[in-house]
């Protein structure tokens, strides 16, 4: 049963560029949700999918956006980089249908640098 | 705004010795909270979580303590073994907010042979 599975896992883009990270959801999730990990701190919630539309929003700006498809798999798109975007990005799923503990299962994530 | 912290940045301990991580929480409206483990290059994992209506609760080798009157929440790890190196978050969550969680900054654990 694979887990959470997330491309690609290092990619190196320059200031006012723009990327796509990918991520597959645990089997039998239909949830995704993702977050921002700067180097030392704890992951910064970015926003979820559910239904192939954005259930919850963090703080973060428009630049930030995604997608979910039909098969539960979902992208996160930033554009026009920043410095700053540099980090950690994980993808964490879950099954609608199950209590909110707090239970998330996350990938390994994508390490992002922007030079 | 409302935000979860931890006391200490690092902890050193020996082997088979037992671990206590701390937290510091200042949303009382919280339902649940949760400790997540990060190993280095991997993504946070679940350890274990209490409702807000709970004081204690057991896992395997873990035991979290929720004590509301000062906003404290606890991670006790008995018999520290050497893969519990790692860094432990917590972090809090509500109920109509499913996926959506409120980290800490974390605290490194250090295990000694």
């Known amino acids: 049963d694979a887990g959470v599975t997330q491309s690609p896992t290092h990619l190196i883009k320059t200031r006012g560029q723009q990327v796509t990270l990918r991520c597959s959801p645990k089997?039998?999730?239909?949830?995704v949700s993702w977050y921002q990990q700067a180097l030392g701190q704890g992951p910064q919630f970015i926003f979820q999918y559910y239904e192939e539309e954005e259930r919850q929003r963090g703080n973060f700006p428009d630049r930030f956006s995604g997608h979910q498809f039909p098969n539960y798999s979902s992208e996160l798109n930033v554009n026009a980089l920043l410095l700053g975007d540099s980090a950690l990005y994980l993808c964490a799923s879950s099954y609608i249908g199950q209590p909110n503990t707090g239970e998330l299962f996350f990938g390994e994530g994508s390490r992002l640098t922007v030079l | 705004g409302e935000s979860v912290g931890l006391h200490l940045p690092t902890l050193s301990v020996q082997e088979g010795d037992n671990s206590i991580i701390n937290c510091a929480y200042s949303?009382?409206?919280?339902?649940?909270f949760i400790w997540y483990k990060q190993e280095s290059g991997k993504g946070p994992q679940f350890i274990i979580d209490i409702r807000s209506n709970m004081d204690k609760r057991q896992g395997q080798r873990v035991t979290v303590l929720l004590n509301k009157t000062v906003k404290h929440l606890s991670l006790q790890i008995a018999a520290t073994q050497p893969g519990d190196s790692a860094v432990y978050f917590c972090a809090e969550t509500f109920d109509n907010q499913g996926g959506k969680l409120i980290f800490g900054q974390g605290t490194e654990l250090s295990v000694k042979p």
């Open positions: 949303n009382s409206a919280s339902d649940y």
């Open positions: 089997s039998g999730h239909d949830t």
